[in-house]
């Protein structure tokens, strides 16, 4: 059971060992500019995913090989989602405590690694024991959460005598970070009428939560992350900032909507770098949608590069790359070589992921760039020619590892996912072609990618397989 885990463990660890070989294929030595001064990895430990459940010295070597790829910031969120205070004297050795542990201790990796690194923050996003119902916020249209009102004196008090515990044992600990990246929603948010317009609300909370944060972490900057703004609060914003906190906000990574490959024309405050949150988490398209590992690793090799070229053209100083987890191994590999400026094209990218982790020779290493690039689409991809192509270059591989075994897996998910779609009623047979699917998933999820109990986006009852829906209910009668 757990012989392909441990060539996750063991493929991570040589592949440290061996960074050397990841600038095979680049097509030139010299000393370039990189596109993107900033490439931040976004990899919040939650929901039961990779960087949740990930050993300490896991992370560290999993870390050392997303550097050597082209980042050069990391980032981490506290989602204290189900997590009771960690500082509280009565929860000792409970989740919101075991998971700051780890948190803590990736950073210290990350700053050893020669990351900068940076703190991901949703402001009034408390934790489970902290929301009694004379202080919750008031939820509405992206606003949910373990929520407080920031404008309710007590609320408000939760909130900065959070951050001044998670600050100041951060410094404690030996980190030491150089920026906050304070979102709105997700989690986050209050519709009361105090708290409106709650973009302001939430800026003038970020004010005094950065002002904190400078005690114990001097020179730390203010950095914002858009996902999910309208275009009327990046105006509200700007406007206060402008007025009331000149030069304070260092950038602002714009969303970019699933299928789009660009930031919007929005105002900045003065002084703010135009930035981008780019999700890679996703394959090419949208519709339907391949996100999250549903079917197993994901690649959007077109889509990365034409995103990063529209954003290099829009005056973009930096990119934050949103990640889930290991899933997206390659899209990693694809936004941070393209742009740190180590490969001009994603061809380029994928050849050199192949001759680092699969040992590929010149001529393997683009069948595996063709291969892997088909994926993009993975519902217009033919399993049978697929898999034939595939088996010839699996089998020049002695031990195979754990990066070439999830996409043999996506083949085998793909399978299953055909079959159950070529049937139209809940048949018997129909009901065990899905089982066939989770039992392979099961391989992914527990053999190779070594998760748990996944949650939230990630769990299957939040998933959006077309036939989920459907084949829940029949496993409720």
């Known amino acids: 059971m757990y012989g392909l885990r441990s060539c996750f463990r063991v493929g991570i660890f040589l592949a440290v060992l061996f960074s050397c070989a990841w600038s095979m294929g680049q097509e ?17 430990g939650h929901f039961g995913n990779s960087y949740e459940v990930m050993g300490e010295h896991e992370m560290r070597a999993y870390l050392a090989e997303c550097k050597e ?40 990796s990350a700053q050893d690694l020669g990351f900068a690194c940076d703190l991901v923050i949703t402001p009034n996003h408390v934790f489970a024991d902290q929301c009694p119902a004379e202080i919750a916020a008031v939820k509405a249209d992206r606003i949910f959460g373990q929520l407080v009102c920031p404008s309710k004196p007590e609320g408000r008090t939760i909130i900065l005598r959070n951050y001044e515990n998670l600050f100041a044992d951060l410094a404690k600990s030996g980190v ?18 105090a708290c409106k317009p709650w973009i302001l609300t939430f800026a003038k909370l970020c004010r005094e939560i950065g002002d904190i944060a400078g005690k114990y972490h001097p020179g730390i900057e203010m950095r914002f992350i858009g996902w999910w703004w309208s275009a009327e609060e990046h105006r509200l914003f700007a406007e206060w900032a402008d007025r009331e906190a000149p030069n304070w906000v260092k950038s602002l990574a714009l969303h970019i909507p699933y299928g789009d490959f660009d930031v919007g024309n929005v105002p900045l405050p003065q002084g703010c770098e ?48 949103y990640s889930e987890g290991v899933f997206d191994d390659v899209n990693k590999a694809l936004l941070a070589g393209l742009g740190s400026g180590k490969h001009t094209h994603a061809d380029d990218v994928l050849k050199a992921y192949a001759k680092r982790y699969f040992k590929a020779d010149d ?26 192509a595939l088996a010839p270059l699996m089998a020049k591989m002695d031990d195979t590892p754990w990066r070439a075994s999830q996409w043999s897996l996506k083949l085998d998910l793909l399978k299953a996912h055909n079959a159950v779609m070529a049937l139209t009623e809940w048949t018997p047979e129909r009901l065990a072609r899905v089982d066939d699917f989770w039992k392979t998933y099961e ?26 829906q459907e084949w829940a209910q029949q496993v409720k009668r």
Not at 28 to 44: G, H, K, N
């Open 176 to 193: 030491r970070l150089n920026a906050l990246w304070p979102g709105p929603y997700d989690y986050g948010g209050c519709a009361c009428d």
């Open 274 to 321: 135009r930035q981008a949150f780019v999700h890679i988490g996703y394959a090419e398209e949208t519709k339907p949608m391949d996100i999250y590992g549903r079917f197993g690793p994901v690649i959007a090799a077109d889509r990365l590069e034409r995103t990063l070229a529209t954003l290099k053209a829009h005056g973009c100083t930096g990119v934050m790359a």
């Open 28 to 44: 030139t030595s010299v000393t370039v500019t990189p596109p993107f001064e900033m490439r931040v990895l976004y990899a919040p």
């Open 363 to 388: 001529t393997d290493a683009s069948a595996w760039a063709d291969w892997l690039k088909a994926w993009g689409r993975p519902f217009a991809v033919d399993p049978v020619a697929s898999g034939a």
């Open 443 to 468: 391989v992914l999820e527990r053999r190779i990618w070594g998760l748990g109990l996944s949650r939230g986006c990630l769990g299957r009852s939040g998933c959006d397989l077309p036939w989920y």
């Open 69 to 108: 790829m082209g980042f050069n910031r990391y980032a981490d969120w506290f989602d204290s989602v189900d997590c009771t205070d960690p500082f509280s004297d009565k929860y000792h050795h409970l989740m919101g405590s075991v998971l700051w542990g780890r948190k803590k201790a990736n950073f210290r």
